[in-house]
């Protein structure tokens, strides 16, 4: 099994920032010490959700074609 493409790192990273903005934003950690920017937790998290999809389409893609490659 290959490794995943860094594409799918780079998007859990984003997820995974969203996330930390959506708890900060809920008061999860406290009071929300900045809010401009944890605003934005639903466009990191979904932004992220977009960029692992389109990275693990292309390494099936991939994984698709060496298979068909195999035979």
Do not use: C, R
């Not at 969203?18 to 950690?29: A, C, I, K, R, S």
């Not at 998290?45 to 068909?68: C, P, R």
């Amino acid at each position: 099994m290959k490794k995943p493409k860094t594409v799918v790192y780079i998007a859990l990273v984003i997820v995974v920032v969203g996330l930390v903005f959506q708890f900060m934003e809920m008061g999860v950690f406290g009071e929300d010490p900045i809010p401009d920017i944890t605003q934005y937790n639903q466009l990191f998290f979904w932004t992220g959700i977009l960029v692992w999809s389109l990275g693990y389409m292309q390494q099936e893609a991939v994984k698709k074609k060496d298979s068909e490659n195999d035979l």
